[in-house]
């Protein structure tokens, strides 16, 4: 129900064109059922377009079956998909993930759209510097890209690299800081550059509340990334 909730308060939202869950519904055990049941709550919660998720790809099919009843027929989805599937299709560094392509091919050939996604953590799983970082994520994220018009040359893919800052006193992720904001900021500047449909991931925080930090590092993470 807080799911469904939140696609409720995302749909009467005017500045938010789509959803994507923002909690996991960890009261099911079941990964079949909880990747349906995600699905079922965010498409009944909001005419918006939803971006979902599969942890197999044997779920894609029971919710693609969803959203052909939802579109009234396959073709009219196929035509107008009103929903597409986060991929993260690499482990960094630069090894495919094989759950997560056959989840990528699966969703290709249902008729969604795929957003191919690359979490690299700077300093742990990709080059320590700012720019080798950026540079590791994007080649994993075309890699993605090619891998998908490999499965079929008609897919609508959105890039999406998402070079993630780790702080290096602590091994933790450090979404809020000014170096996550500069990364994103060159991601979406060069999949700009060579006009490649894109997302990064903006409005991070490292407060633990919705304090005048949280405000702060998630302005300046969102500002940087329209900026660019």
């Not at 073709?75 to 630069?94: C, D, G, M, T």
């Not at 094989?98 to 249902?110: L, W």
């Not at 795929?114 to 994520?137: D, E, K, M, R, Y």
Request: glycine residues 8%.
């Amino acid at each position: 129900i807080d799911l469904y909730n939140a696609a409720r308060l995302c749909d009467s939202l005017n500045n938010i064109q789509f959803f994507s869950r923002s909690l996991v519904a960890r009261d099911i055990d079941n990964p079949r059922m909880l990747d349906v049941n995600t699905a079922y709550a965010a498409l009944s919660g909001t005419t918006k377009h939803v971006m979902l998720s599969a942890s197999d790809e044997s779920h894609v099919n029971q919710i693609a079956q969803m959203c052909y009843i939802i579109a009234g027929s396959e073709q009219k989805f196929r035509e107008r998909p009103f929903a597409s599937f986060n991929v993260n299709h690499v482990i960094p560094p630069l090894r495919f993930h094989k759950e997560s392509t056959g989840v990528m091919a699966a969703a290709i050939k249902a008729g969604f759209p795929i957003h191919a996604n690359v979490f690299g953590q700077l300093g742990a799983s990709s080059p320590v510097t700012i720019a080798g970082s950026v540079a590791q994520t994007i080649a994993e994220t075309l890699a993605g890209v090619t891998l998908a018009y490999a499965i079929d040359p008609t897919a609508r893919i959105i890039a999406g690299p998402r070079p993630m800052i780790t702080d290096l006193r602590t091994g933790g992720f450090s979404g809020g800081s000014g170096e996550q904001a500069l990364a994103t900021a060159i991601c979406a500047q060069v999949l700009r550059s060579w006009d490649l449909p894109c997302s990064v991931i903006a409005g991070a925080t490292d407060s633990k509340l919705p304090d005048a930090q949280a405000g702060y590092e998630k302005a300046l993470n969102v500002s940087t990334a329209i900026q660019a």
